[in-house]
């Protein structure tokens, strides 16, 4: 069993930046990570995936260029670097790792985070 906690979400203007956290409760190595969106009123939307195997990584085409996943597997943590942030990236963030080589889709994640609220507005 993993436990996930979210850390980092808050208020930003336009333009700004944030980084987020997820720290894991053990070790997740093996596990390929994703930073999952929900808008208000919409299903939660992958933006960010990294790879267990070779650390590659996916991202939303929303946010390419803006965002950037990564992981320290020695403090079980992962990140979610986000610039350059505008009004439509608001939403709730989670964390989820998956016991695979690579992401799936929210659903498929084997764990999940409570989530942080980002809130992108002037």
């Known amino acids: 069993q993993l436990q996930l906690v979210e850390s980092g979400g808050g208020l930003v203007q336009p333009g700004g930046s944030l980084k987020l956290s997820c720290v894991a409760s053990g070790f997740f190595d093996s596990y390929a990570i994703g930073w999952f969106r929900q808008a208000p009123g919409q299903e939660h939307k992958r933006v960010a995936c990294?790879?267990?195997?070779?650390?590659?990584?996916q991202y939303g085409d929303s946010v390419k260029g803006r965002f950037t996943i990564s992981r320290d597997n020695a403090q079980n943590t992962m990140y979610l670097e986000m610039k350059d942030l505008n009004p439509e990236d608001t939403g709730v963030y989670y964390c989820?790792?998956?016991?695979?080589?690579?992401?799936?889709?929210?659903?498929?994640?084997?764990?999940w985070g409570k989530g942080t609220l980002v809130t992108v507005s002037s």
């Open positions: 990294m790879a267990s195997s070779d650390d590659s990584t």
């Open positions: 989820a790792a998956e016991y695979s080589s690579y992401c799936s889709g929210w659903a498929a994640m084997d764990y």
